[in-house]
T-cell receptor, first 114, second 111 residues
């Protein structure tokens, strides 16, 4: 089945550690996105990539980094510089641009700082 | 900058009731508007997508409308069921491939 796979589902980070969240899609979508969601709130854009080897900062990029070496993969690294990383992280991809563009989401990853 | 607001933040109704969820956006230069459902601890599932040239879309008991000129969209749920309990989010999508999400409306349907 086509879709977006995020792993791990749950991740615990110690203070000062970097952690990487995986996002893989087999939908052949060019554009991929990372969002952060805090309890009871909407989604905030961290980074997005329209094509391979290119990505742009979203609204809350500080303390995060990404790479886009393959069309199918868009991993997110939460660095030690991110002071409040505990949140639900959602990866998404988009069918295309223009009026027919539709966004699809993975099941999310929970990150907790311990 | 696009801003999306959803009212109310939470809604509780008895089973069988018809209900309306509201979504407003500040920049009418959108390509489409999308409604999602999110169950606790899960990702978002797309419910309906309304193109900017359309007025409404229907899927089963769900009907979404769009009024670009007033910056409003509504999601109508007919004959609500306990299984409809979830958080409903709307997103305004632009031609640049960016989406702005509302904070969602959490719906509880009581048996």
């Amino acid at each position: 089945d086509g879709g977006i796979t995020q792993s791990p589902k749950y991740l615990f980070r110690k203070e000062g550690q970097n952690v990487t969240l995986s996002c893989e899609q087999n939908l052949n979508h060019d554009a991929m996105y990372w969002y952060r969601q805090d309890p009871g709130q909407g989604l905030r854009l961290i980074y997005y990539s329209q094509i391979v080897n290119d990505f742009q900062k979203g609204d809350i990029a500080e303390g995060y980094s990404v790479s886009r070496e393959k069309k199918e993969s868009f991993p997110l690294t939460v660095t030690s510089a991110q002071k409040n990383p505990t949140a639900f992280y959602l990866c998404a991809s988009r069918t295309g641009q223009g009026i027919f563009n539709t966004i699809y989401f993975g099941e999310g990853s929970w990150l907790t700082v311990v | 900058k696009q801003e999306v607001t959803q009212i109310p933040a939470a809604l509780s109704v008895p089973e069988g009731e018809n209900l309306v969820l509201n979504c407003s956006f500040t920049d009418s230069a959108i390509y489409n508007l999308q409604w999602f459902r999110q169950d606790p601890g899960k990702g978002l599932t797309s419910l309906l997508l309304i193109q900017s040239s359309q007025r409404e879309q229907t899927s089963g008991r769900l009907n979404a409308s769009l009024d670009k000129s007033s910056g409003r969209s509504t999601l109508y749920i007919a004959a609500s069921q306990p299984g409809d309990s979830a958080t409903y989010l709307c997103a305004a999508n632009t031609n640049a491939g960016k989406s702005t999400f509302g904070d969602g409306t959490t719906l509880t349907v009581k048996p």
